[in-house]
C-alpha cells in the first residue's frame, strides 16, 4: 500500500488550523475551557470551538455542519479539491466522513422549539441534517465532490476507520483522490450522556495520570486529501502505511479488560506497514483520561513497546473530540514526521504507577520516522493508524 | 473501469410479511407473506438479560445477521461485518432529545451508550466473540450501494469473507415528517473472495460515471412496495430478485450523485 496525504487541516479548540495547531502545541497552550455550552449547567471542562455560532448555512445549518464548513475554509484544503475535480471529474472524487453526532446538536434544538402539536417547526424542517449522514451530505454539497460518499459512525474510532475505507477505494480503483474527513462537535447529548457514565471530571483532563478522573470533551474538524502514491501530484511528504480494525466482543461501554482488541489493531497497523513495533517513535495514544481506557492502553504499550518509542496523549489540548478524535490525533501523530516535535501528554504530574512506558508532560523534539495513533470506541470499536515519511 | 467481484454465501432476513429468508423469497416470488409473525424479533444469539435492554433496530440488525450466518455454517469469529442503517435510531434520539430539552438532564446510561449508530456491529461482536473489523456506517439514500462498495471493497482488500447487514426501523413521531419509514426492515449477506473455496453465486460490481434512477420495483405486497420507497436499507429489494431469478442482466443503481453502481449475478 502506498497511499500519500497530499494535504490535510485540523481544527479544533487549541487551534482553528494546523499552524494555530502546531503552535498551541509548541507553547503548551490547552483549548480547554470551563463548560459553557447554551442550556447546560454541568460542571466540567470542554474544547470549544471559538467561531462556531457565526457560521450561518441556512438550510443545512447545525453546529456540526458550522464547524464541518469552517474546518474546509482553512489552509488551501478546499482549493486542493477543486483542483482536483478539475483534473479527474468530481464523480472520480471520492468522501469518507467520520462522526458519532452527525447533526444531533440540530434535532436538539429542534425539540426545545417544537410547534402546539410537538411536532418540527418549519425551519427545523431538515431531512437532510436530521440523519447519520449528514456531515457527508453537507461536505459533498459544500465542495462540490460527486463521488461515491460515505458516513462511517463508530464512534470514536470513526474517522480513523475513513482512512482504512479511503485505502481500499483508492487500490480499487474507483476513485482518484478521497476527501476523508472527520466531525463532530459538542452538544447536550454527549455532555450529559457521558455525565450519565460518570465518565466526565469537573477539572482539565490528565490522561496516563495517577490522580486522573475522567475525560474533557472537545469539538474538532479534520480533513485530509487521499491519493495513490503515482498520481499524488503535491506532497506533504506523509504517507498512509498502515491501518488496523479490530472488535473487542466485550462491553457496549467498558473496554476490553485486558485490551485484546487494541492489541489487535496495533498489531494489524504494523504488520501492514511491515514495521516492528521498536521501529515506531512516536505514539498518539487514545489516552481519553479515563481510568479503564488509559490504563488498559497503557499497559498493552508497556508490553508491546521498547522505551525509544516516545508516547503522549494531546487530549489535554483540545479534550475528547470523539468522532473527530481519530483523524485529529492521527494528523497530529502524521505532523511530527514534518516537524519533529513530539507533543508531550498535557496536565500528566505523576504516572499511573502500574505504568511503565516512554511519556512525558513536556514535548520533545525527535527524528520520526514512522508514527502511529490509536482510536477506540463505543462498541469495542478499535482503529489503529500508521503513517511514515515519504521516501526522497 | 475495475471490476470488482465476490461470493454470495447466504442471506439471512426479518422484516414485516417475512421472518427469514425463505419467507422473503416467498414474497418476492408472489407466494404470499407469512401472516402469523411475531411483533419484534427475538434473536436467540442475544443473551437474554441483554436483549430485555437492545432497541429495535439493534434486535433486527442481530437476527437477520445470525439466520445468515447459521444459513453460510460459517462461524460469526470469522466474519468482518459492515452495520448499515440509513436512518439511525430515531427513537431513542427522540428520547435523549426530550430529556435534554428539559430542566433534570439525567440520562438513562444504557440508553445513551445504545444510542451510538454502531450499536448493533457492538451487540452483534459482543454477541458472538467476534473479533473482527466492524464498520457501521450511513448513507441516507444510497445506503445499500455503499455498504455493498464497502463490503466489497473490504472482502477483496483484506482477502476475507465479510457480513453485510442492512436495517432500519419505524421513525419516531417527531421526525416522521422529514424520515417517513414505517416499516421495520434487515437484510444481511454474506460475501467471500472470488479466489475463496466458499461455494456461491458471483456479484460482480462496476463503479459507472453516469447517473440513474431507482429501478422501478413491485412485489405485489404493498407492505414491501411501501418500504422500498420509504425504508433507506429496503432499496436492497431489486438485488434480492435478481439473485432469487438468477437473473443475469445489469442491475444499475444510484452510488452518489454523479455515480452509479451497476451489478450483475451470475
Known sequence: ??????????????????????????????????????????????????????????????????????????????????????????????????????????????????????????????????????????????????????????????????????????????????LVGGVDTLCLSVLHGFDSLQLVSTEPCKPFDEHRDGINLGEAAGYAILQRAQDADVQTGVCLLGYGESSDAHHMSHPHPDGLGAKLVM??????????????????????????????????????????????????????????????EGLIAADTLLTGLVPGSMNLTT?????????????????????????????????????????? | MTTLACKLLAYGAWGKGFENWQDLQNILQGKGHNESMPVSPKPEIIPANERRRAPLPVKLAVESSWQATQNAGIDPKELSCVFVSGLGDTQLTDYMCKVLAGEDKQLSPTKFHNSVHNAAAGYWTISTSCMKSANSVAAYNESVSLTLLEGITQCIAEGVPVLLTFFDAPVSAVLK?????????????????????????????????????WPVFSSHYDVLDNAYNENPVAKVLPILKHIINKDKSALTIPLSAATSLQLLVS
Open chain 1, 267 to 328: 498489531e494489524q497497523a504494523l504488520d501492514m506497514a511491515k514495521l516492528e513495533p521498536a521501529a515506531v517513535n512516536y505514539i498518539n495514544l487514545h489516552g481519553t483520561s479515563s481510568q479503564a481506557n488509559d490504563y488498559i492502553e497503557g499497559s498493552l504499550v508497556s508490553n508491546l513497546f521498547s522505551k525509544d518509542t516516545l508516547c503522549s496523549s494531546t487530549k489535554g489540548w483540545m479534550g475528547h473530540t470523539l468522532g473527530a478524535a481519530g483523524i485529529t
Open chain 2, 177 to 213: 415528517s422529514l424520515l417517513k419509514n414505517e416499516t421495520p426492515f434487515a437484510f444481511s449477506m454474506i460475501i467471500a473472495p472470488s479466489d475463496s473455496t466458499y461455494e456461491g453465486l458471483t456479484l460482480e460490481a462496476n463503479v459507472l460515471q453516469e447517473t440513474t434512477a
Open chain 1, 1 to 178: 500500500m502506498d497511499i500519500r496525504l497530499t494535504n490535510y487541516q485540523s481544527t479544533s479548540a487549541a487551534g482553528v488550523d494546523l499552524a494555530a495547531l502546531r503552535l498551541a502545541l509548541q507553547q503548551q497552550n490547552s483549548g480547554l475551557r470551563k463548560n459553557d455550552i447554551a442550556r447546560s449547567s454541568l460542571t466540567t471542562w470542554i474544547g470549544r470551538v471559538a467561531g462556531v455560532e457565526d457560521v450561518d448555512l441556512g438550510a443545512w445549518q447545525s453546529r456540526n455542519n458550522a464547524l464541518a464548513a469552517l474546518g474546509l475554509e482553512q489552509g488551501t484544503i478546499k482549493a486542493d479539491v477543486h483542483g482536483l475535480i478539475g483534473k479527474y471529474s468530481a464523480g472520480r472524487i471520492g468522501l469518507v466522513m467520520g462522526s458519532s453526532t452527525s447533526s444531533i446538536d440540530r434535532t436538539e434544538l429542534a425539540y426545545t422549539d417544537l410547534n402546539d402539536d410537538g411536532l418540527l417547526k418549519p425551519e427545523y424542517k431538515q431531512e437532510l441534517v436530521h440523519n447519520p449522514h449528514a456531515p457527508s451530505l453537507f461536505v459533498a454539497h459544500y465542495t462540490g465532490i460527486t463521488g461515491p460518499t460515505l458516513t462511517i459512525n463508530t464512534a470514536c474510532s470513526s474517522s480513523a476507520k475513513v482512512f482504512a475505507t479511503a485505502a481500499r477505494w483508492l487500490e480499487a480503483n474507483i476513485v482518484d483522490a478521497v
Open chain 1, 351 to 392: 504516572l499511573d504507577k502500574r505504568l511503565d512506558f516512554n511519556i512525558s508532560a513536556e514535548n520533545r523534539q525527535a527524528d520520526v520516522h514512522y508514527a502511529m495513533s490509536n482510536s477506540f470506541g463505543f462498541g469495542g470499536n478499535n482503529c489503529s493508524l500508521v503513517f511514515g515519511k515519504v521516501d526522497e
